[in-house]
């Protein structure tokens, strides 16, 4: 919706097209919100219209200038301290596809002569900021009908949904990994588990995988690929014990490619959903009473690892009940 002050003003044009705009070329999440920020502060600089082939780094890889500390200190101009996206969206993938959109747009606007000015735009990008921090957090519903398994695959379901509303981010994996994070640290009773930004790169030589823990190396994932394989056959080098958890429908493509491999038999492939519902309900001595209870210390400990290491509050978990 046009904001008041603009109701009665010639930026009002401009800004219900950026509306429609963000609309249509889902310019939503941390990501594109990041590359529309920096694109708008280029284009005060170079002016208008916009060449998209300057906007790319030297190897023609990146957005020129995308990363955290550029559209920091945008947000901060503007008063918001709050960390956007760790990396400034420039992990995502997709970013120079929403580069080249988002020019083609400010270039029509230009062309079109509509008198409007660039500190408009900003403006706008920040309220859809300023909406995206303010973003409902996900909800995961408890139904004494359901079974534990029920219950969290109405949750990946949500998940998935607003993943696909998001093009390029990988929402399943961020929520699967800090779940798996927060059973491993309140239902095993295990000693303190290290957790990591889930777009945190665990190939360095102090991680074997996303959690290590005692000579497992546990690796969470929505689509196994080689690249996974290869780092199971060196974790077993190192004497490590992979396994790797991913969806029920990952499971087949996980098996089939440690058979090509040739060491399917030394790697445990858990279902997500089965990984967690298992220990819940041994956790809570299959009491009904007790279930609830250890979802909320479960819930409750995802939600500080989201805020500690994520920058996307909206991707924390609500517990309801009912349908």
């Known amino acids: 919706m046009t904001p008041e002050y603009l109701s009665d003003n010639p930026a009002a044009t401009v800004y219900r097209r950026l509306e429609e705009f963000a609309k249509e070329r889902k310019f939503i999440g941390k990501g594109p919100l990041a590359v529309a920020l920096v694109v708008t502060r280029h284009a005060h600089i170079l002016r208008l219209p916009l060449d998209p082939g300057r906007l790319l780094t030297e190897r023609q890889g990146q957005v020129l200038g995308l990363g955290r500390a550029a559209v920091q200190i945008i947000l901060k101009s503007h008063g918001i301290e709050r960390v956007l996206a ?57 139904d004494s009908a359901w079974g ?71 690796h969470v994932t929505t689509s196994p690929t080689e690249a996974l394989i290869r780092k199971c056959s060196e974790n077993l080098t190192q004497g490590k014990r992979p396994i790797i958890i991913t969806t029920g429908k990952s499971m087949m493509t996980a098996e089939g490619l440690l058979e090509n491999a040739g060491i399917a038999e030394r790697v445990d492939v858990i279902e997500f959903e089965q990984f967690l519902a298992t220990n819940i309900y041994e956790h809570s001595r299959f009491r009904i009473t007790e279930r609830r209870s250890t979802f909320e210390r479960i819930l409750a400990e995802y939600n500080v690892i989201i805020a500690v290491h994520e920058s996307d509050p909206s991707l924390m978990i609500e517990l309801g009940s009912g349908r």
């Not at 400034?88 to 080249?100: A, L």
Request: hydrophobic share 40%; proline share 3%; charged share 25%.
């Open 86 to 142: 760790e990396e400034g969206g420039r992990t995502s993938r997709g970013s120079i596809e929403k580069m080249r959109d988002y020019v083609q747009f400010l270039n029509s606007l230009h062309a079109d002569s509509l008198g409007f000015d660039l500190p408009t735009i900003e403006a706008f990008w920040i309220d859809r900021v300023r909406a995206f921090f303010a973003g409902k957090p996900l909800r995961l519903r408890l």
């Open 148 to 218: 534990v398994r029920a219950a969290l695959r109405q949750l990946t379901a949500q998940v998935t949904a607003r993943q696909k509303a998001s093009p390029g981010m990988q929402i399943l994996g961020t929520v699967m990994q800090h779940l798996v994070g927060a059973k491993l640290g309140i239902v095993s009773g295990l000693p303190t588990i290290s957790h990591h930004c889930a777009n945190a790169n665990d190939q360095n030589k102090d991680r074997h995988g996303d959690f290590d823990v005692e000579d497992a190396a546990i």
